[in-house]
């Protein structure tokens, strides 16, 4: 089987190097096209022979193509793919905002998007650690046994949750793909509270990454309700019931809400402004 990656960035190199250490495919099997002489030499020096610059031949051998480029200039880079691309390809994108339809009309010039076997996926940064949450959607044509090699594929940038309704995705948007920023911002504020009590920056900075940590872990670990985690630790007129009584009171659950759905709506947005200019 042989696996195209057109873009060998951040996000390619989560997955290719993800696929090598689980062994479901060999430097050989790969075949990644870059726009840049220095990112031909990095791969060819972790052993993948086939890195080029641009388009070729070679791509229409492909089982699967990767697409695995800006969403801005995915529409001008498939272009010079077009004449190597076959509809018995599965075509699994991870640009954010690109609906099936739009890539389909990247690779085909056409529609028509109900041949094509297209998963297009949401993943977010902690793929690149292994710790990703991965929303994909896959198009009609797409077979179970395709499902379970992009599982098997994918699996080692994290979860994997496949969704029937494409429009899922803008969600995922909304709590794991932009959901890292939300969780980087109140890491800032614990700082930032810690310091106003004395805290040194050094310090509060690892007190509240190690207490974002405990508590991921301590929820990972159970089984109860988060409400009830949160009851566990919130004892009547102590502290933390103290410092909970703010948030409420602020609209801490009202905030976030609003915020996702800002997030949800501007990946609609992206969707519409990334779409084909026909
Ligand atoms: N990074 C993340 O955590 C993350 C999370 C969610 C989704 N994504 C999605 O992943 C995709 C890639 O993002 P990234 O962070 O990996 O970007 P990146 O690190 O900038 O990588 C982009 C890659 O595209 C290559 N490229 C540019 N023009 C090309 C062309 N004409 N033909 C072939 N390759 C070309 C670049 O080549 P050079 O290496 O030579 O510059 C580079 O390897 C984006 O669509 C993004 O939405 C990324």
Redesign the pocket.
Known sequence: MKIAF?????????IIDGMLEQGSCSTDDLLI????E??VQRWRAKGVANTQ???SAAFAEADIWVL????Q??EE?LL?YQGYFSSDKLVIS????LTVSSLAYFLTDSDDDTELKIIRT????P??IGEGVIGAYCSTAVTEHERELFNTLFKACGRIDLFEQESMLDAVTGLS?SGIAYVYLFAEALVEGAMALGYDQATAREHAVQTLKGATLMMEQSTDELATLRQSVTSKKGTTEQALRVFQANGLKEIVAAAMLAAHDRAQELATELAPKK
């Open positions: 057109i873009g060998g960035g951040n996000m390619a190199s989560a096209s870059v726009s840049s220095a990112s610059i641009g388009a695995a480029v800006k969403p200039i995915m880079v010079s991870v640009a954010a905002g949401m993943p977010n940064t793929s690149l793909g």
